[in-house]
């Protein structure tokens, strides 16, 4: 199993380096003036055209700079932004957590609400109940992020008064403690709600359509002449089976959620690297854009490794067979 | 082997109809069938595919697949109950106490591929005390479909085990809770010749040891010729003979079946005449 | 289970029955799937409305006549926006746009992708090595992120706009050609006429592609919808072709006045909602109609 990882590890670095180096490639392409599309928006002083064009060593070879290139962002030297007057590394380490802490958990709630449902609808006995969910579903499938999110800012904060619009935490606060943490909750109730409800019409789809394909299996009858109850079926055999195909998209449907943080946090005024990343654009800050797409690049690699181990965990077929060579 | 059996049957059905229904078309996939089946004896039910036949059998261990059932009427008594009139709860109480399972055709697909081999005999043997129990009664129930290396085959997972003993495994599993009957759906189809002949073995030593009755359902002529006492032969849905191996081998009263026994015949003289064999 | 041997196997091949009837039958056979048929009328029904838009809408898109911030009134059913337009009559038009991109950038990923997915699963071996690692490269980036970047190297008119979500698509269509391509080509029609020696081209363009025609145009129908979304967050951004009026940016307007014209934002949202639905359920419907499945029945897990 080792080798297994090992060689997928491999082939996420290298996935990982190409990404970097396909970026690399297309802002060489980008017409007009480099310098001025690394600094914005803003005139170039004739000082900073001259040390910037020694910095990036512009007048070198394309494989020269291509090289020191790679070796800069190894190194966590993604660049200085102009916008913002900071290194772009720094940027990206003060916010990206809190886009994590948003996503992360709005992604768990909606994988674990997700199976669930999922499982429900494809395993009841009474068609109507799973009609009733599929049909949520779908009409939640169809809804943009987005729109979900300003819906329940239009309920929930405006209309009811209940949670706070937007921001990520009260302007000024003196709490601390579980205090503090209880304060920055109410803002978070509401994007992390939408994440929760995109994830769950997603993982339930496909959770459904796997546990009916499970069904189908000849262990299941097995099963049932064993004598077993509906309960232990599906807690013994069904589940465990049907949440491996769910498992390696993971991978990706971790990414779709890392997207979203753009749309959301834009709704919600949420200053993550979602909003980061549309502040650079409209601000035409290529540093930056370039910093949160490696980023992001990263984080989805980083993801599909650990749903590559997972995986391999929860399915003996790899895991032993690879043992045995 | 019992030739004359004594006593009421063991298994007994009458006027089983299971129609079901197909791309908004009925189909009448066994219609009106009656058949016995004595204690200790050896049951074949032969036919052609599509005959009903692996329906028949599922149909009276109520393991249908998941499709639509237009009718699903007559009585299959086991020991004295009807096995179709039961509600679930009593249903799966028979099945662990007195058992009436099935063996299929493709073993891999019936085990479940991420668990091992020792959970999913255990599972059949919850009526038990304890863990050491369990494990005792899973080496046994091994060891009397012929696999000896019970330790290692225990931790095994499916895929690691080859055809013939994953078949075997599902027939332990069958055993489990010491049945008086035993189910088996074109057990050996999907096996290579030199294993078909090692499960066909383990049947035979089964019915003659332990006195254990079985419905083979195949349409192997030969197996039924090896195995059982008694044959019905299936078309369309109905029985069209019923009669025990010797007659109906030698002397078939139906023309259904004597095809049958000719398309056999005609198969295994070009098998052992090889290229000889001109038609 | 894999598609029939050949889509135009599925429609009786008597050659008495012209090429119209043959549609017919499978427009019927639409209808009695679950939701098929539902999906394509929606299609339809918004197609026209945005296509005929000036017959249904009371103004044109760039009226800013009206009081603005009206809520929904007798004279204008959606209300009006902080512009002072009709919100129907912007929707209308706005469908145009939307509809367009989503329909221009799923055929464009269909393009790219399956030109690279044929290939790859085609001539196997070391072009699709490298050809699906460059499909994975662009699979590992979220569509949303793939879209910004090319926005801000090359701007967003409305046909670079269409080209840049046509670039975060195309690799779930080069997987699925690739797939197909995979499948088909060990299928016996293909041995069968490669054994008689029909061309490359011929067996490409007459043997496979027909019958990977279902499943193309479900994954097509797919696309759109999900074109459609991300198009919309493009708009939602502010960063979609200013000129075009787009849902997307009826959104990006309404965010401001989520407290004072809830309109604004619902309406164009529900739009969004039904046109990716109808997509949906007609990709389903095509799915259902070639490969039917048995399980509209509760599974039996009890006795």
């Not at chain 1, 019409?201 to 394909?213: I, K």
């Not at chain 1, 370039?290 to 399915?315: H, R």
């Not at chain 2, 007994?12 to 009925?26: E, G, M, Q, Y």
């Not at chain 3, 464009?108 to 699709?128: D, K, N, S, W």
Request: charged share 15%; aromatic share 8%.
């Amino acid at each position: 199993m080792l080798r297994h990882i090992a060689g997928h590890m491999a082939q996420a670095v290298l996935l990982l380096i190409s990404v970097i180096v396909l970026i690399f490639c297309l802002l060489q392409l980008i017409p007009g003036d480099p310098i001025q599309a690394m600094v914005g928006d803003m005139p170039v002083p004739p000082a900073l055209r001259a040390s910037l064009e020694q910095r990036f060593q512009l007048n070198e070879p394309f494989s020269q700079r291509l090289y020191s290139y790679l070796m800069n962002v190894l190194h966590g030297d993604l660049g200085y932004s102009m916008n913002y007057r900071r290194p772009v590394f720094d940027i990206l380490a003060e916010r990206f957590p809190r886009t994590l802490l948003l996503a992360g958990v709005g992604y768990a709630f909606g994988l674990l609400i997700g199976i669930t449902i999922g499982i429900q609808s494809a395993v009841t006995p009474h068609r109507s109940v799973d009609q009733a969910w599929s049909s949520l579903v779908l009409i939640g499938y169809a809804m943009p992020t987005f729109w979900v999110g300003q819906l329940l800012v239009m309920g929930f904060s405006i209309h009811l008064g209940w949670l706070p619009t937007q921001g990520m935490g009260p302007m000024i606060s003196r709490a601390s403690g579980v205090d503090w943490l209880l304060e920055r909750a109410a803002y978070l109730v509401l994007p992390v709600a939408t994440y929760t409800i995109l994830e769950t019409t997603r993982v339930a789809r496909f959770m459904r359509a796997s546990v009916r394909e499970t069904l189908e299996q000849g262990y299941i009858v097995t099963a049932r002449q064993k004598g077993l109850s509906r309960r232990e079926i599906i807690m013994g055999h069904v589940v465990r089976n049907s949440i491996l195909p769910v498992i390696t998209v993971m991978g990706y449907s971790f990414g779709t959620a890392m997207g979203g943080a753009v749309l959301l946090e834009t709704v919600f005024s949420y200053p993550g690297v979602g909003s980061l990343m549309v502040e650079a654009v409209r601000a035409r800050d290529t540093q930056v854009i370039v910093g949160v797409v490696i980023l992001i690049a990263c984080s989805v690699v980083v993801m599909n490794i650990v749903v590559d181990l997972l995986y391999a965990w929860l399915d003996p077929r790899i895991r032993v067979s690879s043992a045995q060579g | 082997m019992s030739l004359s059996p004594a006593g009421p049957p063991l298994l007994s059905a009458r006027d089983v109809k299971v129609h079901l229904r197909v791309h908004r078309r009925i189909v009448k996939a066994v219609d009106g069938v009656d058949l016995d089946v004595y204690p200790g004896q050896c049951v074949g039910i032969v036919g052609e595919s599509g005959s009903g036949k692996s329906t028949l059998g599922r149909a009276m261990t109520r393991l249908l697949p998941n499709v639509e059932i237009a009718e699903l009427s007559g009585s299959v008594r086991f020991c004295g109950d009807d096995v179709l009139a039961m509600a679930p709860e009593t249903m799966r109480a028979l099945r662990r106490h007195r058992g009436l399972s099935m063996v299929f055709q493709d073993p891999l697909s019936y085990l479940n591929p991420t668990l091992r081999i020792d959970r999913q005999l255990a599972e059949a043997l919850r009526h038990l005390a304890d863990r050491r129990a369990v494990q005792q009664k899973s080496a046994e129930l091994l060891q009397q479909v012929g696999l000896d290396d019970t330790a290692r085959i225990l931790r095994l997972y499916p895929h690691e085990l080859s055809g013939g003993m994953r078949q075997r495994v599902l027939i332990a599993m069958a055993l489990a809770p010491d049945p008086q009957i035993l189910v088996a759906d074109e057990p050996t189809t999907a096996l290579d010749a030199t294993v078909q002949y090692q499960v066909i073995q383990t049947l035979r030593r089964l019915n003659k040891e332990r006195n254990l009755a079985m419905l083979i359902i195949t349409h192997d002529l030969g197996m039924v010729a090896e195995l059982c006492d008694q044959v019905y032969v299936m078309q369309g849905g109905k029985i069209v003979e019923a009669a025990d191996v010797f007659t109906l081998f030698d002397a078939p009263q139906n023309a259904y079946t004597a095809s049958l026994l000719a398309a056999a015949r005609r198969l295994h003289q070009t098998k052992v005449l090889g290229s000889a064999a001109t038609p | 289970m894999p598609a029939e041997p050949s889509v135009l196997m599925s429609v009786p091949q008597s050659l008495s029955r012209s090429r119209a009837s043959a549609s017919l039958d499978l427009l019927r056979r639409l209808f009695r799937t679950r939701f098929g048929g539902i999906g394509l009328i929606i299609l339809v029904v918004i197609s026209a409305l945005s296509a005929f838009a000036p017959w249904f809408a009371s103004n044109g898109p760039m009226d800013l006549g009206s009081p603005a911030l009206q809520p929904p009134s007798w004279q204008h059913p959606l209300g009006t926006d902080s512009l002072g337009r009709d919100v129907r009559s912007v929707l209308l038009y706005a469908g145009r746009s939307s509809l367009t991109i989503g329909f221009c950038a799923a055929a464009m990923a269909f393009l790219i992708g399956g030109t690279i997915g044929a290939m790859a699963g085609y001539f196997r071996g070391a072009v699709a090595a490298v050809l699906l690692r460059v499909t994975d490269l662009f699979h590992t980036l979220p569509a949303i992120i793939i879209v910004l970047f090319s926005v801000s190297l090359m701007g967003s008119s409305f046909w670079l706009q269409v080209a840049a979500v046509a670039l975060a698509i195309w690799p779930i269509e080069a997987r699925i050609v690739y797939g197909q391509f995979i499948t088909l080509s060990e299928r016996e029609f293909v041995l069968a006429a490669r054994a008689v020696g029909l061309s490359t081209f011929h067996i490409i363009f007459r043997e496979i592609l027909p019958n990977a025609l279902p499943t193309v145009i479900v994954q097509v129908s797919l696309d759109a919808s999900t074109a459609i979304l991300i198009e919309a967050g493009l708009g939602f951004l502010g960063l979609s072709d200013p000129t075009v009026p787009s849902w997307g940016e009826m959104l990006n307007r309404g965010q401001e006045f989520l407290e004072l014209a809830w309109w604004m934002s619902v309406f164009p949202g529900m739009a969004i909602c039904i046109a990716v639905l109808g997509f949906n359920l007609f990709a389903d419907g095509v799915t259902e109609m070639f490969n039917p499945r048995a399980s509209a029945v509760a599974p039996k897990l009890e006795g």
